[in-house]
């Protein structure tokens, strides 16, 4: 199978570092899974170090979306790596399927899904294990006004969260304890995204965690639960790392809660991550339909080949057995995302 591998933060020449520490990681941890199997992947003249193993890189130094309209097709398979962002992932998954090039991850219906965390609340609003969430339409700061209505709500709640619909990792998340402060998490929320609307969602007590799992489209399979290590500055959250994995008292709980959600969304496949909050229950936050940072960890203490196993998920096999051997911990630090052992 001729394999085309993108990690869209270095296929394009981002030079954010809290954005290209995980990307670069991830896409060179699938790239040494898979140098045996001859893929390529792009790689932008902006972006160097790529330790690709014996995998083809091909520079690219124009638009991704224009070099994937004119060679994707020259490809079997193609295994993208995008932020649900602007719905980005969505985009480029659906140009990979309509050039009739299978997609190693889930289909672009599934990716709409899991990219606009309203919809993604809608299909599991009558789960009680999804945190509460309320689409707010707004479209120009203007209409600020239009929000009073929401005053009272703090008189029910001492903490909110607001968020982007399509945001990714952290971005734009903050926790509010105001209605002041809701209009100026507005300001943020509408430099980051597009959409007339952002979410306001219940504030939950407990552990940031996520699951992660491989999915054949019809049967998930839990591979970890993780910590998330998120800071909180000035109410605006960031993702700094966690561990792999988490020894939890809902650890089996969660795992099954984000089987069975991922096994809800018809065309989820390949690997996948739950965002979750482990509480007084285990409460699913959201899914991302893709590679997710737990992997560059996963893949070192599992008891089989990660990316190849995505490949063979993809297409129908799942592994008969998670094995996890060790513990490892993920620190963003600059440029790059380290891996430490856990002495237990």
Known sequence: MNILIFEFATATGVQDPSI????????????LDLQDMGVDYL?????????????????????????????????DACLPIAPEEDYMLYHLTRKIEDKGVKVIGSNSNAVMTCSNKFKTYKHFKNNSNIIKTEK?????????????????IFHEHSKMVVKPADGVSCSGVQVIKSFEELLEAVVTIKRLTNLPYFLLQDFVEGTPASVSLLSNGKTALPLSLNSQKVGLNNGKLAYNGGTVPLEHKL???????????????????????????????AYIVEINSRLTTPYTALR???????????INS??????????LDGTLTLKKEGNHLKLKDVIT
């Open 251 to 281: 650890s089996e709980k969660a795992k099954d809660i984000a089987k069975r959600a991922v096994e809800s969304v018809e065309g989820l496949r390949g690997y996948m991550g739950v965002d979750m909050i482990l509480g007084e229950d």
């Open 314 to 323: 993809v297409n129908g096999k799942l592994p008969p057995k998670v094995v």
């Open 43 to 75: 790689v932008s003249e902006d972006v160097s170090g790529i330790n690709g193993g014996s995998c083809r890189p091909i520079t690219i130094g124009k638009d991704l979306g224009h070099w994937l309209d004119g060679e994707i097709q020259n490809y």
């Open 300 to 310: 070192k203490i599992l008891n089989f080949n990660l990316g190849k196993a995505i």
């Open 20 to 31: 290209t520490a995980e990307g670069r990681a991830m896409l060179e941890g699938l790239l």
């Open 136 to 152: 707010v339409v707004f479209n120009h700061l203007e209409e600020y006004k239009n929000l009073k209505g929401y005053k009272k």
